[in-house]
């Protein structure tokens, strides 16, 4: 069985993977948002997805970890890490202090910001190409901001689960601002690039709508954050 997911969210990953597996589907490989699924005992797994220091790889000394410990890596993607161990062999758990799941968080953090300035280099790059008058370079920007919508969001939901694990060590209840981008934002910049990108294969009718439901979305998009993000 194949699956398309897109996540950012880490733990929204492991809940959807540990989900497939309670339904009887073990992930066996995964490229670039396509998950294969083949059929397992209903809940014979345990998934984590975890966050190394290499690109596409680990180290020999991060394997033999897993391996002594019953653990088997199924897939790496960018410093993404999936694990799984069977469920019969008890409680799978990375990070079992709240000091290490800190640093864990802090590190993911920490390549969302990085992914975030190289994101924002290439809108200005490709805005600088539309206002030469090459209209794909508008699409491209308009596609880099939908994408970048998607990462400032990831920063500031490991923003707040960072600091939901700083309460927890220090005991210190702080308040917190609500920072939020609504998708919307994300899905309009998302429709509109496709305007750009299709304008000359498409009908120019067609072309207009899609650019008028785009801006709708964004409109709701913009009202959403705000309302959220005040209130």
């Known amino acids: ?6 996540y950012l969210d880490k733990d929204a990953k492991e809940q959807w993977l ?5 339904e009887g589907w073990a992930m066996e490989t995964f490229f670039a948002g396509i998950y294969q699924f ?5 809940g ?3 998934y984590r997805v975890d966050f190394g220091d290499r690109l596409f790889s680990v180290s020999n000394d991060y394997r033999e970890l897993m391996q002594d410990a019953g653990i088997q890596i199924i897939q790496t993607w960018g410093y993404w890490v999936i694990l799984r161990k069977k469920a019969s062999e008890g409680a799978f758990a990375l990070y079992t202090d709240l000091a290490s799941s ?3 968080y802090q590190k993911i953090r920490r390549m969302f910001r ?3 300035i190289l994101e924002m280099i290439c809108l200005f790059v490709e805005l600088y190409v539309g206002a030469k008058g090459i209209m794909l370079g508008y699409g491209c920007a ?3 901001a939908a994408m ?3 990462v400032v969001n990831a920063v500031f939901q490991t923003n707040r689960k960072i600091a939901e694990l700083e309460e927890k060590m220090t005991g210190i209840s702080t308040k917190h601002k609500n920072t939020y981008v609504s998708v919307f934002l994300a899905v309009g910049l998302l429709i509109n690039s496709c305007a750009f990108l299709l304008m000359e294969y498409i009908p120019h009718a067609v072309t207009r709508g899609l650019q008028i439901i785009a801006i709708a979305f964004m409109l709701v998009g913009v009202a959403k954050t705000c309302t959220k993000s005040l209130f």
Request: net charge positive; glycine share 0%; charged share 15%.
């Open 148 to 150: 970048l919508v998607a």
């Open 38 to 42: 083949t059929a397992c005992e209903k």
């Open 44 to 46: 014979a797994y345990t």
């Open 114 to 116: 990085v992914v975030t």
């Open 102 to 104: 800190i640093e864990h």
């Open 142 to 144: 308009l596609l880099i």
């Open 1 to 6: 069985m194949i699956r398309f997911r897109l």
């Open 18 to 22: 540990n989900q497939m597996a309670a």
